[in-house]
């Protein structure tokens, strides 16, 4: 999976062109990718690899959808399908990939 992460952020910054923004990159993503550590991570691997600083907004899905629509960050990260491709139905965006998933799983002493 950190292939496929990498893969879509260097993507995204070919296809928005931040390269020209200072050499720096700004994702709104959501709390719960954030919270798990896999963020930071790959992070660190791109900006080493690409020498690009990356700049994360950990918010909720609908305040991370707003912000993307007033243009004030390059990629988003969240997980709501119909919104997402609302986003890119109104313009918004130019490509929406599935990323990641998560499962919850219910641990109990039976």
Not at 4 to 25: C, E, G, P, Q, T
Not at 51 to 66: E, F, M, P, S
Not at 72 to 97: A, M, Q
């Amino acid at each position: 999976m950190f292939h496929k992460i990498f893969l879509i952020l260097f993507i995204s910054v070919i296809n928005f062109n931040v390269l020209a923004d200072n050499n720096r990159i700004i994702i709104a993503s959501t709390t719960s990718a954030y919270d798990s550590g896999l963020i930071d991570y790959v992070n660190k691997e791109f900006e080493n690899k690409f020498n690009i600083k990356v700049h994360v907004l950990a918010l909720g899905t609908g305040q991370a959808i707003r912000i993307a629509k007033n243009g004030d960050v390059d990629i988003l990260l969240v997980h709501d399908n119909l919104s997402e491709i609302e986003f890119i139905k109104e313009g918004y965006g130019n490509t929406r990939h599935n990323l990641m998933y998560n499962d919850y799983v219910i641990v109990g002493p039976k």
